[in-house]
C-alpha cells in the first residue's frame, strides 16, 4: 500500500493541491518518511511472499531466509536513524533470532526422527 502511495505522490500532490483540501496535504518530510519506510519493509514483503509461495516451508527453505532478514534488519539499523523504526528493527532481529535457534536446535531431532527406523 504504501509503495502504491508513492506511485501515486505526485497525483495526490496535484489532487491536494487546491486549498479546500491543505488538511489532507503531506508535506516533503513525510513523502521521505513513507519512502523509508517501504525500503524498510520490502525484504519482509518479499519473504513474505517467498514462504506464502511454499505449500510447506521446509528448513531449507525458512532456514536462509531468517538469515538474510536478519542481516537486512541489522543494516538497517545502521542505515535509518528514523523513530520507530531502529526499535523495530532490534525487536525484528531478536525475534527471528530466537525462531532461528529453535531451528537450529530442532535440526538434529527432527533427523533423528526420520532416521531412526
Known sequence: MLERALTLKDSYIQFTS????????????????VGVMVNFLMPLYEATLIISSLGYPTINHALPLYL?????????????????IKPASKEMVSKLSKYLKFLILKVPEICSEILDP
Open 18 to 33: 487546491s486549498p479546500a483540501m491543505d488538511s489532507y496535504k503531506v508535506t516533503p518530510l513525510e513523502w521521505e518518511k
Open 68 to 84: 538474510l532478514l536478519i542481516k537486512q534488519l541489522k543494516d538497517s539499523t545502521k542505515q535509518y536513524d528514523m523513530g520507530p
